[in-house]
């Protein structure tokens, strides 16, 4: 019960993300960057206190209270992201993935005339903030990303094929891949253009 709960709260928060991504503006000053931490505190939105940090990934963060840190680390350890494997496992999924979408003749031609170093990377960056990751989606949102494609079902289950297939082989748990799978139907209408549901 415990473990559908988690899943439940995971992919609720997931979800809710993914539909208010514009309005979720982050300020830059909360995100530590690759050889800079960061100036204002990603829970609380108040200046950090230098002595209150924590490493992830490379990054070093800052916090406004040792509660933010807490919460911030806690929020980290639960995510799908983490679970995963973070930013080492989501970099392997995206390109095995891509191999098998681009060998795919469902939906490859999609990607003829783009730049695969580009779209892995954008990819890595959309689904690690998705799943829980520290760093926030900062491009199109799905609607805009994939307007006037004429994306259909068809396209979107092969993608959505193409993605189990490559977590099945890198032996992710099926409880897992539901929850991707989960995350991924989030974005479906607005992926495929459909109207907005009202809420």
């Known amino acids: ?18 539909v208010n991504a514009a309005a979720l503006a982050v300020d830059p000053a909360a995100v530590a960057t690759e050889t800079a931490t960061n100036t204002v505190c990603p829970i609380s939105g ?82 690690s903030a998705a799943f829980g990751g520290p760093l926030p989606w900062t491009g199109k949102d799905m609607r805009k990303a994939h307007e006037g494609m004429g994306l259909t079902e068809v396209h979107f289950n092969a993608i959505a094929e193409n993605l189990v297939n490559t977590l099945k082989d890198l032996k992710i748990s099926q409880e897992l891949i539901d929850q991707v799978v989960a995350v991924a139907l989030t974005t479906k209408d607005d992926v495929l253009g459909r109207p907005k549901k009202a809420n």
Do not use: N
């Open 46 to 127: 108040k200046p950090v206190d230098p002595a209150i940090t924590a490493e992830y990934e490379g990054r070093k963060w800052s916090f406004a209270k040792e509660a933010c840190k807490t919460k911030w680390l806690k929020a980290r350890e639960d995510s799908l992201y983490q679970k995963l494997g973070g930013k080492p496992a989501m970099d392997a999924a995206i390109d095995a993935f891509y191999v098998k979408v681009l060998a795919d003749d469902r939906v490859k031609h999609f990607f003829d005339d783009v730049s695969m170093d580009k779209q892995r990377r954008k990819q890595k960056e959309f689904l």
């Open 1 to 18: 019960m415990k473990l559908i709960l988690s899943s439940i709260v995971t992919i609720t928060a997931v979800m809710t993300l993914l």
